[in-house]
C-alpha cells in the first residue's frame, strides 16, 4: 500500500532549479511527498531574474492536469504562476472535478526581482475562479496591495510605507510595464526594516482580501524585513468573521485566542538574500496540510522546514545573482508535536528579532520558560543544531550582509550586534569564517 501524499503543482519552470516546478519537486521530494507536476511556462532566467517566459498554450495545460489527475488522484495540489485567463479557467474546472484534500495558491503578480508575472485580467480571472477554491493562499504584502487595487478594494486606512521602504505607491501603479523587465517602482531586492507594514496594517490588508467576494479560506501574508515596531507575517482564517462581520471588516472576537489570526515573524536579512523560500514554504504547506485539519499548524510546521532549510544553505554557493536553497538537507522529523514545533518557531521568531542584542541561550530558553537543556534537545530534534548553533548562524549572517554593504564601520557592526568591542566581532567572524572581517570583504566583494 502507498502511504505517500501525492502533490500537484502546477507553475512554470526556472532554469536555475531554484524555484518554479524544479524547486517544488525537491521541496515535497524532501518532505516525503510524491511529486507530480503540469507546466504553465517555460521559464528563461538565472539567479539574477527572469528573462523571457514562454506561455504553454491552455489546452496542453488542460491535457497535463487531466492526465495527472485521472491516473494519480492527487491529495493536494500547488499553485504557483498562472500566465492567461485561459489557464486560470483550466486549473479551475479541474479542481472543481478533483476531490483533493487541499489547495495552495502561492500568488505572484510581480517577482522579487520586479518582473511582472500576471496582467490585471489574469489577477481578477484568479481572484474569482481560484481564490474560492483554495484551502490557503499566500502572497507577499506588495502583491496584495496591487491585487486589492486592481480589484478596487484597497482600503483608503492602510498607511504606506515610504517610497525609499520596502514598496511605495509608485510600485501599485499599473503602468505600461515590460512582461520581463522590472516593474516601475517595484520593491528593491534588499529592502529596508522602515518599510514593514505594522501589525494592524497588515491585518486590515489581509480583511480587506477576505472581503473580496471571492475570498480563499485562509490567507498568509508575508510582510517584508522585521522592525521594531511590525509583525513580518500574518496567518488569517475565514473563521475569523461572521457573515455579519465579513461585510464590515471587523474581526471577530476571540479571533486571535481562537488561532484564527496569528502572527509571524521571519528571517529577514538571510531570507531576502535566497532565492525560491517562498516557493518552499508554500510546497511544505500542500504537504502539511494533508497531515493535520490545522492550517495554524501546517502553517508553524511549514515555517519550521524553510527556517531550517534557510539556515542550512546560506552558504550553499551557487550562481551570481540571489543565493540558492539546498533542498538536499534533511526534512523535519514527522514524530514532532506540534508544541515543540510551536516552541522551535517561537525561538526562530525571537532570534529574528533579538539576536543583535541577545545572544546568550539561557536568555532564550528563559523567555520560553523552559531550561535550556530542553531547548537543546527541541533544536537538535527539529534542526540537527544546538540552540548556540542557531544563534550564532544567524547572527554571522546578518554579519555577513552588513561587512558585504560597507555602510557601519566595524566598529558600529560591533556595538549593532551586542559585541563588548570590535576586537570580540573580529574573533566572532575568525571563529564562524575561518577569516578576519577585512580578509571576509576582500573575499566576497569583487
Known sequence: MNNKVTILTITGSDSTGGSGVQADIKSITSLGGYAASAITAVVVQDTG???????????????????????LRPDSVKIGLLRSVEQVETVAALLRKLPCRCVVMDFVIVSTSGARLMEPEVVRAAVRHLFPLCTLVMMRIGNALELLRLCGALPGTIGLPPADGAFCKNSLADGAHSKHSPAEGAHSKYPPAEGALCKNSLAEVATAIMRLEAGPQALFLKGEEVSSDAYTDLFLSREAFTEAELSSATLAEGAV?????????????IERALHGSAGAFTSALAFYLTKTPSAVVAVERSLAYVNQLILRSVDFKLGKGGALLDHGNRPIPGNISARKLEIYNTLMDTIATESSARNNVEYYSGRLSITPRYLSQITKAISGRTPKELIDDYLIKEVETQLLSGELSLKQIASKYGFSSQ?????????????????YKQLHIL
Open 49 to 71: 531574474g527572469i528573462e523571457h517566459l514562454y506561455d504553454i498554450p491552455a489546452e496542453i495545460l488542460e491535457a497535463q492536469l487531466q492526465r495527472v489527475a485521472m491516473d
Open 257 to 269: 485566542a481562537a488561532g484564527n489570526l496569528k502572527f509571524f515573524s521571519r528571517m529577514g536579512a
Open 423 to 439: 576586537a570580540q566581532l573580529s574573533k566572532f567572524v575568525q571563529k564562524m569564517c575561518s577569516c578576519s572581517p577585512s580578509e
